[in-house]
Structures are given as structure tokens and as C-alpha cells.
């Protein structure tokens, strides 16, 4: 019973993985059709596949070259295409152009297809990642998965929270293209930032992780989806100032 029971417990984390990829895949689909609000609720699914496979590997010591390979294929998808559909779907939403076309003027093109300059550089970053053996405790580049969760919070707060500052920044045309070149550099540039990978259930090996989910759940509380949005950049504040502090 043991030699069957543990080769299935040891694909416990692919099988997170391969949900998060299938969240993503679908979220894709779903924003290019303009359902934003739940390609973006598929994104927030993948993002916590996302955060317990990489758990469940190191918890049950089932840590593989593929699933490491596994695991950015996924990110690719749901942190780095999905929210390029979705913000391109929020342009064609509240553009003031009107729906994408290539009759449109050039610079007009070039604007709307900036947010597929994401995937581009997510593959990049975890391409890096894969071969980098310095990021174990910090990391190098913004982490694909705060993309995700930055521009999933844009289609829940267009619908549950219009009076938000973020309605009116959104309504901006630059706004999405600015974003959009910000964050893939950002994704590749070299700004440290402290890992916040759980590494066990033991508070003192996670308590800066612990003191940034109670920050987080804190911002989400006061400010709703809007919270969802700024606590990338108090994260990167944040864990920027920790792999400067934290020796390790």
C-alpha cells in the first residue's frame, strides 16, 4: 500500500501546479471575451495553487526539476498573460479609442498591445530565476505572481468599488501602457527584494511573512480591492528594506 500511496502523495505539488496553469489558461480565454471580473477571480485561484504547491514540495519533500520547470510554465500563463488579457480588455473597456482595431493609428496599436510586453518579460524573469542560485532567500526582479495580483484587483474594483481613485487613474489612457512598461522592467531589473516563501509552519521562520499578511489583510480590510492593488507597492518597499536588514 505504501509504494502506491506515496508515488500519489509526491504528486501532490504538480497537481497544484498544473491547477494554477489551468486557472490561468482559462483566464485568458475569459478576458479576451471580456468576462475581466472572473478571469481575474481565476487568477486569484491560481495565485494560491501557486502559493501551496511550492508549500507542498517542500512539506513533503517531493521537489523535482520538473515541477520547478512546471511551476514557471504556470507563472508564465496566469502572472504574466492572463493579467496582459486582462488589461488589454480594460482598455477596450474604458478606451476612449473605442475597441482595439488595426485600422487604428499606429501609436494608437502600440499602446493597446503594450500589456503583452508582461509575458515577454515574465518568461524572461523566470528564465533567470531557473538558473539563478542566489535566490533562495531574496529575490532579484519583482516576483511574477504580485503582476497577477496588482492587475487582478483592476476588473473587482471596476465592479465593486467605481468611486475608488483607481476608477479614475484606470479611465486614463496612459495608464495601462505606463503600467505595463513600469512593471516588465521591473520584473527584470536588479532590485533585491526578501523572499517571502513560507518555510515551514513555525512562527520564527516566517515571521516577517506573517507581519506582511497581517499588513496586507489589514489593507484589504480598509481600502477592499483597492488594498489588493497597493500592497505590491508596500511590499516591495517593504521586502526591499528586509534583504537589505536581514543577513541570512
Given amino acids: 500500500m505504501k509504494r502506491i500511496i506515496q508515488p500519489l502523495v509526491r504528486q501532490i505539488p504538480n497537481t497544484l501546479t498544473l491547477l494554477n496553469l489551468l486557472c490561468g489558461s482559462v483566464a ?4 479576451l471575451r471580456g468576462y475581466l471580473r472572473e478571469g481575474a477571480i481565476l487568477i486569484m485561484f491560481g495565485f494560491f495553487f501557486d502559493l ?13 526539476p520538473i515541477g520547478k520547470e512546471l511551476d514557471s510554465l504556470a507563472d508564465l500563463i496566469t502572472f504574466g498573460l492572463a493579467p496582459a488579457a486582462i488589461l488589454f480588455g480594460i482598455q477596450d473597456y474604458l478606451g476612449q479609442e473605442g475597441p482595439f ?4 493609428p499606429t501609436g494608437t496599436i502600440i499602446l493597446r498591445l503594450l500589456p503583452f510586453l ?27 505572481p504580485a503582476n497577477g495580483l496588482m492587475v487582478l484587483a483592476l476588473p473587482l474594483l471596476m465592479h465593486s468599488q467605481p468611486t475608488s481613485f483607481m476608477y479614475a487613474w484606470l479611465s486614463n489612457d496612459l495608464f495601462v501602457p505606463i503600467y505595463s512598461v513600469i512593471v516588465s522592467y521591473l520584473m527584470v531589473s536588479p532590485l533585491r527584494l526578501y523572499s517571502m516563501k513560507i518555510k515551514g509552519f513555525r512562527l520564527n521562520q516566517n515571521k516577517f511573512t506573517y507581519l506582511f499578511g497581517a499588513i496586507a489583510i489589514t489593507m484589504i480590510i480598509l481600502f477592499r480591492q483597492t488594498g489588493i492593488f497597493l500592497m505590491i507597492p508596500v511590499y516591495i518597499l517593504y521586502a526591499g528594506i528586509l534583504a537589505i536588514a536581514v543577513k541570512e
Fill in 28 to 31: 485568458v480565454l475569459l478576458a
Fill in 52 to 64: 501551496f504547491d511550492g508549500l507542498a514540495a517542500r512539506l513533503l519533500k517531493a521537489q523535482s
Fill in 101 to 104: 482595431s488595426l485600422l487604428q
Fill in 118 to 144: 508582461l509575458p515577454v518579460f515574465a518568461g524572461l524573469r523566470l528564465a533567470k530565476f531557473n538558473v539563478d542560485e542566489r535566490q533562495s532567500h531574496q529575490f532579484i526582479g519583482l516576483p511574477t
